[in-house]
């Protein structure tokens, strides 16, 4: 790409945001982009304290995503913004997202895509009609090493792939901080392990069996779920997803057993990837050594020891989204490793994987998943 910086803005992320805050830190890591315009608030005030903070100039401070798009698509091409990244709270994304789209501005927007199966569909049929780049920060298949688990199974290392196992348990949610947040288990994390089966696996799902529940009094939504999924192909898949396991931190992890053999991976030790062959010792990987496979040396900024974390997982997102900005702008293709980022069909399946496991929980039964996927609907 040119050495002249990509611009966007931001919806969302205001005071007290701290995922507002890690999306601006992971823009910034690689020195490709510059933030020059936001609505960070439904406040005025308080939108005006974050810009100002930032150093955006007050004429691009704006107090909604509508009048953002309509004043930066109104700008010179030299001075409007590339792309708008939204970190709304969830059930604003799609309307956040569709001001943008409308105007031919391409979008990155924070996971989930949407809180409802009918605005997810809203959201295709928007895509449709206006063909913008669109990314989606489902940031956890930005680390290298999960790059490098995708690489072994996509050559086949394993074998035919038997197992898939994927956990992201955490322990935080309380009853007193259920009175502040009611964000659904699913959508606050399990779309990130979904994401993270497809991602890594490439396997279709074929049908799953849930079981949804509700621990903490007074709660709304679900905050447990256990689902066994059916591959097609004959594959078997296990999610373990939960916000109520007290000593959990943030343990997001993949196992896929093979015929040949086993991988796993670790949120929590993210520079490290465990590789097991039948009647050999285990390997372990580890992130920025040159034995790894291209994409993940893409995806890698410093040497192996050095540790790399959340921030560079979620900058990798960005960086590869810019980059594919970059080529448009230029009229080029943009490489394999910069179109490594998800998008709609990863976050319409997000949003399909939710309701269907409700749905499976409520009818005591296997649902399909094939009948209703993304890929089948647009055939």
Known sequence: MSHTKIRYGMVGGGPGSWIGEAHRKAASIDGLLELVAGCFSRSNSKSQEIGNKLGIVPSRLYLSASEMAQKESELPSDKRIHFAVIVTPDGDHFTSSKAFIERGINVLCDKPLTTTLNEAKQFRELLNKHPVLFGLTHNYTGYPLVKEARDIVSKGSLGKIRKVIVEYSQGGLTPEKNKIKQIPTLLAIGTHAFHMLQYVTSLEVDELCSQVSTFIPDRTAEDDANILVNFRGGAKGVLIISQVCIGEG??????VFGELGSLSWQQEHPNELKLCYQGKPSQILERG???LSPIA?????????????????????????????????????????????PGLKEGYDG????????LSSKELKCVSFSDLSLTKQTE
């Open 289 to 291: 050594k040159d034995y």
């Open 297 to 341: 040396r893409h995806n890698t900024r410093i040497p192996a020891h050095h540790p790399e974390g959340y921030l560079e997982g979620f900058a990798n997102i960005y960086t590869n989204f810019t980059r594919s900005v970059a080529s448009k702008l230029e009229g080029k293709e943009p490489s394999v490793y910069d179109k490594d980022f």
């Open 351 to 358: 949003v399909l994987f939710r309701e269907l496991c409700h």
């Open 250 to 255: 943030n343990n997001l992890n993949i196992r």
